[in-house]
C-alpha cells in the first residue's frame, strides 16, 4: 500500500533527524503524530530507552510505529555511493550491513532504485530489532501495535512499502541496462 494519508490512530514515527520529515508526517496523519529520531534510522534499544517508549505509547494511546526514512538520506547514499565525501559515519551497524544486493543489480539498477531498496531493508530490520527488544517488543506484541515502515519519495510525495519496493527492483533487474 502507498499512503498519502495515514487513516489511523495517533503514531509513533521512527525518523532521522536530517530527513526533516515532521512536517509531512504530521500533515499526513489523521491523529497526532509523536516522534523518535536517530541518526541514518539505526536504532539502539537500551533498557531506558525502551521503558520510556512504552510510557509514551500507553500515555499517547499510540496503535502503529512507523519507520520512515527519506531515499536521499545521506547516510545511505554513503554506504553505497562510495565516492560521496562521509558526512558522519552513522555506525557500525549500518555501515557494516549485510549487502543482500546481488552485485549484477548494484551494477544495473538506478542509482535511486538502490538506494530505496537499501534503505527499505535497513528498516525492515529495525522493524525486526524492536519486535525482538525483550521488554519493548513483548509490549508492542501485547498491546496488538502495529509496525510498518516505509521509504519516502519526496518529489512524488509518496510513502512506498517494502513490497512496492522489492517489486520494482525485481521488476528493474531483469531489464537490460541498454
Not at 549500518?94 to 543482500?100: H, N, S
Not at 512506498?160 to 522489492?166: A, C, F, L
Request: hydrophobic share 40%; net charge positive.
Amino acid at each position: 500500500m502507498i499512503f498519502n494519508k495515514l487513516e489511523s490512530s495517533n503514531c509513533l514515527f521512527m525518523i532521522c533527524p536530517t530527513d526533516n520529515l515532521e512536517s509531512v508526517l504530521r500533515q499526513s496523519c489523521s491523529s497526532k503524530a509523536f516522534f523518535y529520531t536517530a541518526l541514518g534510522a539505526n536504532f539502539r534499544w537500551d533498557i531506558d530507552t525502551q521503558q520510556s517508549l512504552i510510557t509514551l505509547i500507553e500515555n499517547q494511546k499510540i496503535t502503529q510505529v512507523i519507520f520512515i526514512t527519506k531515499y536521499t538520506n545521506i547516510f545511505y547514499r554513503e554506504v553505497l555511493e562510495p565516492e560521496i565525501e562521509p558526512f558522519f559515519n552513522v555506525s557500525e551497524t549500518l555501515l557494516q550491513m549485510d549487502r543482500t544486493l546481488p552485485d549484477y543489480f548494484l551494477n544495473q539498477s538506478h542509482p535511486i532504485l538502490r538506494i530505496m531498496l537499501f534503505a527499505s531493508r535497513h528498516l525492515q530490520r529495525q522493524q525486526k530489532h524492536i519486535i525482538e527488544t525483550p521488554i519493548l517488543g513483548k509490549a508492542l506484541k501485547k498491546n496488538i501495535i502495529s509496525i510498518q515502515s516505509f521509504v519516502y519519495h519526496p518529489k512524488n510525495r509518496i510513502f512506498y512499502p517494502p513490497r512496492i519496493i522489492e517489486k520494482k527492483a525485481l521488476l528493474y533487474s531483469k531489464l537490460s541496462p541498454n
